[in-house]
C-alpha cells in the first residue's frame, strides 16, 4: 500500500507544480521528470513487492504431520482462516499491483 500512497502524493504534488507553470514546455519536462522519478521508484520496489506477495501461497509439510505450514513462517498454518485472509489480500494485490 505504501508504494500507490507514495504515487499518489508525486501526482498530487506534479499537479499543483504544474499548475504554477505558464510556460508549456516547462510543465512538459516536470511531468517527464515526474515520470522519471516514479519509474524509476516503481523498478526498485517491483521485485520485493511481487516477491513478498507470492510467499504467501509457498506452503509444505514437515514430517509426518499433514498440515501444511507457510514457508516463509511455519508457524502459519495454511488452512487457517488467518492465512486465508492473507491470499485474498495477497490476490487483490498482485492484480492492483503485481
Known amino acids: 500500500i505504501t508504494p500507490i500512497v507514495l504515487s ?40 520485493s513487492t511481487s516477491t513478498m506477495a507470492f510467499t504467501t501461497f509457498q506452503c509444505t509439510t514437515y514430517g509426518d504431520d499433514k498440515t501444511e505450514y507457510l514457508i516463509a513462517d511455519r508457524s502459519i498454518n495454511c488452512n487457517s482462516d488467518f492465512h486465508n485472509n492473507f491470499k485474498l489480500l495477497s490476490i487483490f494485490m498482485i492484480l492492483v499491483y503485481p
Do not use: G, M
Request: charged residues 10%; proline residues 2%.
Open 8 to 47: 499518489l502524493l508525486l501526482l498530487i504534488a506534479t499537479l499543483f507544480q504544474r499548475r504554477k507553470l505558464v510556460d508549456p514546455h516547462a510543465a512538459n519536462q516536470l511531468i517527464s521528470s515526474r515520470f522519471s522519478l516514479f519509474y524509476f521508484f516503481t523498478y526498485l520496489i517491483f521485485a
